[in-house]
């Protein structure tokens, strides 16, 4: 039985020591998981702070052009209107993209987005065919969908210059700049 006795003593003597190395395994594989999940959780908490930091909430004052940022294209919707020409039977599909100041402008214009949209329909409505294919009234049509625009989001356009009018020259206090650079034609088919 001395042997008998020994063995039974032997036997549970080697469970201990297989349970310590799973322990040190599960302890182990635990440990790393959790190194593993702080730096994923650093990496996306400096992210995130990094995208705060761009993201107030307070309104901010537009500011002229800074040469070193890149301006915001805003694709509108195509347009299909009818033109002005005798007997109606003309018409224009226009495809237009604005080009904004900054993405905060961006967001702007998608508010007045509606109103924005109807003010160009009515500009394109009122021009003829022959105004649209020529050069100056393609550049014509940017510059009034430009005050448009700038009209129904509250900017002031500036004065044209004195040699273009013919007027003489008033001094009058500066409006804050126009974050609407300029009307791009994506497309435009005359028909």
């Known amino acids: 039985m001395s042997a ?31 190194i593993a999940g702080a730096g994923a959780l650093f990496v996306l908490k400096k992210n995130t702070a990094e995208d705060d930091e761009f993201a107030d909430d307070e309104p901010a004052a537009h500011v002229a052009k800074d040469p070193k940022t890149a301006p915001v294209f805003m694709p ?29 402008t961006e967001a702007d214009v998608k508010i007045y987005m509606p109103s924005i949209r109807s003010q160009v329909l009515l ?18 049509l940017a510059k009034d969908i430009i005050a448009a625009v700038s009209h129904e989001m509250g900017y002031e356009m500036p ?11 008033k001094k009058k206090p500066k409006a804050a700049p126009n974050p609407v650079q300029a009307v791009l034609f994506s497309s435009l088919i005359v028909q």
């Open 76 to 104: 509108l919707e195509n347009m299909v209107v009818n033109l002005a020409d005798p007997g109606g039977t003309r018409f224009i599909q226009l495809g237009l993209t604005l080009q904004l100041q900054d993405a905060k």
């Open 159 to 169: 004065e044209p210059a004195a040699a273009e009018t013919g007027a003489p020259k």
């Open 123 to 140: 500009l394109i409505s009122q021009r003829t065919a022959d105004e649209m294919l020529q050069v100056q009234g393609k550049a014509k």
């Open 4 to 34: 008998a006795a020994a063995t039974a003593t032997a036997a549970p003597a080697e469970k201990p020591k297989k349970s310590k190395k799973l322990l040190f395994i599960i302890v182990g594989v635990v440990v790393l998981a959790l």
